[in-house]
């Protein structure tokens, strides 16, 4: 009996696996922007050949992942159902071999098998992960179709084999480690990377842009500085008939950042009142320490135009 239940658990075990590395590496190319940033193992083949191999791998893991599940029952049972285990043993095999090569070739680059929480370098526990799902692959082959328990007690003993190997692939997950850090640090706004690109398209989203926008003169901003935890964008202005500045200020956060603005007199550098409609909101001053936004002082800006 026990080997039967162990056989069966692999379905989900492995379908999980497949459909979370896929979601992680998709995850990563949306926010890169490029197809080869999340698979380790395409620094192995040529250059021309790196975006073809990791769209085959991300199919592969989409594929093989869906098919666990929809020929799990009787629907796929049969041929179907054993070509697609096989084909997960056969793509986890050549995995345990990739990651052997690269670690040998190749030892700081990571297998990307989880997007960028897989930046480690390949370890023995990563190669080891590799193999053992590749043996949970074949033993899948040739299962009966699952079927649902007859009774609640029944369901208990593959929930506790299930969490128990979900618990082994943890153990030689690095991955798992990464993701406790990033869940527990939270990092100074201060010392947060975030993109120009990402702060401007912010910016154009926003409702001070939306406000202010009429009075914008020129199709980009004439300067772009950083001031600890805000990064601020001027475009040139007309205002009253005179030239001005407008100067905005982006909260520097990934997600729904706090955008200020202040229309400032190119000749003075003051501030300038806000043309009939509106009313504008003051630029903050940045301050130290924590990461959360600053108070608006009384200052209108924080640097000379």
């Not at 029952?73 to 697609?84: E, Y």
């Not at 947060?192 to 989203?205: F, K, N």
């Not at 407008?246 to 202040?262: C, E, T």
């Not at 000749?267 to 009313?279: D, E, N, R, V």
Request: charged share 15%.
């Amino acid at each position: 009996m026990l080997p039967a239940v162990l056989r069966e658990i692999q379905i989900p075990v492995l379908s999980a696996l497949l459909l979370g590395g896929f979601a992680a590496k998709l995850s990563q190319v949306v926010r890169s922007r490029s197809l080869t940033a999340a698979l380790g193992p395409t620094a192995l083949f040529p250059v021309y050949l790196r975006r073809p191999m990791a769209v085959t791998v991300y199919a592969t893991e989409l594929v093989l992942g869906v098919g666990l599940i929809l020929t799990s029952g009787r629907i796929g049972r049969g041929g179907p159902a054993n070509a697609v285990r096989l084909g997960a043993a056969l793509l986890f095999v050549v995995a345990t071999c990739a990651l052997i090569e690269l670690r040998s070739s190749k030892p700081d680059v990571g297998c990307g098998c989880f997007g960028d929480l897989s930046r480690a370098p390949v370890s023995g526990r990563t190669m080891a992960r590799s193999a053992l799902l590749a043996l949970a692959a074949l033993a899948t082959v040739g299962l009966a179709p699952l079927q649902p328990p007859d009774h609640g007690l029944a369901v208990i003993l593959p929930l506790s084999l299930f969490a128990a190997e979900l618990a082994v692939i943890a153990a030689l997950s690095p991955e798992v480690g990464e993701a406790l850090v990033r869940l527990g640090y939270s990092e100074p706004c201060e010392l947060r990377v975030v993109p120009q690109a990402r702060t401007l398209a912010a910016l154009h989203r926003s409702s001070a842009w939306r406000r202010h926008a009429h009075l914008v003169s020129a199709d980009g901003p004439s300067d772009v500085w950083r001031e600890l935890c805000w990064r601020y964008v001027t475009y040139p202005a007309v205002a009253g008939g005179r030239p001005a500045h407008l100067v905005f200020a982006v909260y520097l956060r990934q997600h729904r950042p706090a955008v200020q603005a202040a229309l400032v007199d190119s000749a003075t550098g003051t501030a300038l009142p806000w043309p009939p409609g509106p009313a504008g909101t003051r630029i903050p001053l940045p301050r130290l320490g924590g990461s959360e936004e600053p108070a608006i002082p009384a200052l209108p800006i924080s640097r000379e135009i």
